[in-house]
């Protein structure tokens, strides 16, 4: 079992900056590959990002491409999520996820991927 919890939401005006952390517990963090997802009120879960166990490689949906950042401290067992020119569109909870096993490309944006999930952090972006 993989515990996360992710913590830095909150509100931020259009155009401002958040940054989120996950940190993880249980089991040995740098064997898992994490990522993020997002859910807006009444719309599906998203795929935000992705990173690898390593650190090494690294996916983005889209629309945040160039804006947003993810990254790892394995040494801390905790994921990052930096977010920049923020949009009121992104307003959502931000969820991290955790998974073991080798991911395709494909795979990386399905939420069925991903075994362990955190309980999610509210981002609101006002105009």
């Known amino acids: 079992q993989v515990q996360l919890v992710e913590s830095g939401g909150g509100l931020v005006q259009a155009g401002g900056s958040l940054r989120l952390s996950c940190a993880a517990s249980g089991r040995t963090f740098s064997d898992y590959a994490m990522a993020w997802f997002r859910q807006a009120p009444g719309k599906e879960r998203e795929f935000v990002t992705y990173?690898?166990?390593?650190?090494?490689?690294?996916y983005y949906t889209d629309s945040v491409k160039g804006r947003f950042t993810i990254s790892r401290d394995n040494a801390k067992n905790t994921v990052y999520l930096q977010m920049n020119s923020l949009k009121t569109e992104e307003t959502a909870v931000y969820y991290c996820?955790?998974?073991?096993?080798?991911?395709?490309?494909?795979?990386?944006?399905?939420?069925?991927?991903?075994?362990?999930w955190g309980q999610g952090t509210q981002v609101t972006v006002s105009s």
């Open positions: 996820a955790a998974d073991r096993f080798p991911i395709t490309t494909a795979q990386v944006r399905m939420i069925r991927t991903y075994d362990y």
């Open positions: 990173i690898s166990q390593s650190g090494i490689i690294t």
